[in-house]
């Protein structure tokens, strides 16, 4: 199927041909047609499946063919679509996204979100944005200062809603939601369907056309995934080494404080290898400074929080690394689906030390396999990692 066999006008269809877009995804070819013909959707799909064009090229189709038949004239502070994101770099991706799908319409959006001066996004709303992508917070401040009104709406999408309510956004989202006009389209899309999610979607949307992509082995990340079990003290030596005797050109390095994120920077620095930590207390301009650095490939190595890991979308990332091993396997599977997206190789690497265990055998027992082992010369091991429970067999079986 192509994507003219979706409906999609000839300006997005001659955006799409020059963006390399041969043909749609799996989530894309069931959402978008759905979407255009009005309907409320709940679209649960993997990370790297597509789903942020699922969305916004209906949305871009939807609101063309208004402006084109003149059926509607946008007011100041007012806005037709929302997209709710649960984090900065999401809602500069997403709106990125619209900008490069939408660059031959008539249309425009804004991102919003907080850790920058509201004065800018204040003055962007003034004449109206056709589709704006926030963060739940510094859209509610805007909401309070009457700087935008949702009598307007159209669309709400919520994205990543998963990450959102793993986040915290719960009250915020149900705020938001007591805002919005009661006739609109509703579309959820998450990464994973926890009980959360549903109860969300179920106070949130009616009569919803409900979309599960599962991954099959032809269109799953071609990510190959190894460990080394480490005692703690020795993670950063071990990743040094690593870099240098791998001659790695490229990682994204999750860790789970941002005291620790600072501490591997200037230990990876004293061993003469330039790496640049990104998290929540890092202005905005920084961490953007960082990002543009990482994807052009002037910085090489990247240490980030787990709370990034929804907001990277980088082509041909060639590797992560869990320095620190996720509490939650739904993590583990957002951390290594920034690598190997697209169809390109991807590698995903672990350092679990004998308290990770635990964690260990819930990820492999989602996975349904082991996840192979290695060993390097000079990295000993004092406290053993037991082997995963998927490869335990009873005494009396054996």
């Not at 037709?80 to 994101?85: G, K, M």
């Not at 920084?286 to 980088?314: H, P, S, Y």
């Not at 320095?323 to 190789?345: C, E, F, M, N, S």
């Not at 396999?369 to 290695?374: A, S």
Request: charged share 25%; with cysteine.
């Amino acid at each position: 199927m192509s994507f003219s066999a979706l409906k999609l006008s000839e300006p997005l269809l001659n955006t799409l041909t020059e963006l390399g877009y041969s043909k749609p995804t799996a989530i894309q070819k069931q959402a978008i047609p759905t979407i255009l013909a009005g309907k409320n959707v709940i679209a649960a799909a993997q990370t790297g499946t597509g789903k942020t064009a699922s969305f916004v090229l209906p949305l871009l189709e939807k609101f063309t063919n208004e402006h084109t038949n003149n059926d509607h004239k946008l007011r100041g502070k007012r806005i037709r679509a929302l997209i709710l994101t649960p984090t900065r770099e999401l809602a500069v991706q997403v709106e990125a996204s619209i900008q490069q799908y939408g660059k031959n319409l008539e249309l425009t959006s804004m991102a919003m979100y907080g850790g920058v001066d509201a004065a800018a996004q204040k003055q962007q709303l003034i004449w109206g944005v056709d589709i704006l992508v926030a963060t739940p917070g510094r859209l509610l401040d805007m909401a309070y200062q009457r700087a935008l009104h949702f009598d307007e709406l159209e669309v709400l999408v919520l994205d990543e809603a998963d990450r959102m309510l793993d986040m915290g956004f719960i009250d915020d989202i149900n705020k938001i939601i007591e805002r919005l006009p009661a006739q609109r389209q509703n579309l959820l899309f998450s990464a994973t369907m926890s009980a959360d999610v549903r109860a969300l979607a179920k106070r949130t949307i009616n009569n919803a056309v409900e979309i599960s992509i599962k991954g099959n082995k032809s269109s799953q990340p071609k990510i190959e995934q190894w460990l080394i079990t480490v005692d703690k003290g020795n993670k950063s030596a071990l990743l040094s080494y690593l870099i240098k005797e791998q001659q790695w050109q490229q990682a994204l390095i999750f860790i789970e404080t941002k005291h620790g994120a600072a501490k591997l920077v200037s230990q990876l620095a004293k061993r003469g290898i330039k790496a640049e930590a990104i998290h929540g207390d890092r202005t905005q301009a920084v961490r953007e400074q960082i990002f543009d650095d990482f994807k052009t490939g002037k910085l090489q190595f990247l240490v980030a929080t787990g709370i990034a890991a929804r907001g990277i979308d980088i082509d041909g990332l060639s590797r992560v690394v869990n320095y620190d091993l996720p509490d939650k396997v739904d993590d583990y599977i957002h951390r290594i689906g920034r690598t190997g997206r697209a169809g390109a190789q991807g590698e995903a690497i672990s350092f679990v030390a004998k308290d990770n265990f635990r964690n260990l055998c819930a990820i492999e027992s989602r996975l349904g396999h082991i996840i192979e082992r290695k060993e390097f010369d000079g990295f000993p091991v004092k406290k053993t990692v037991p082997v995963s429970i998927l490869n335990y067999v009873p005494k009396n079986k054996r």
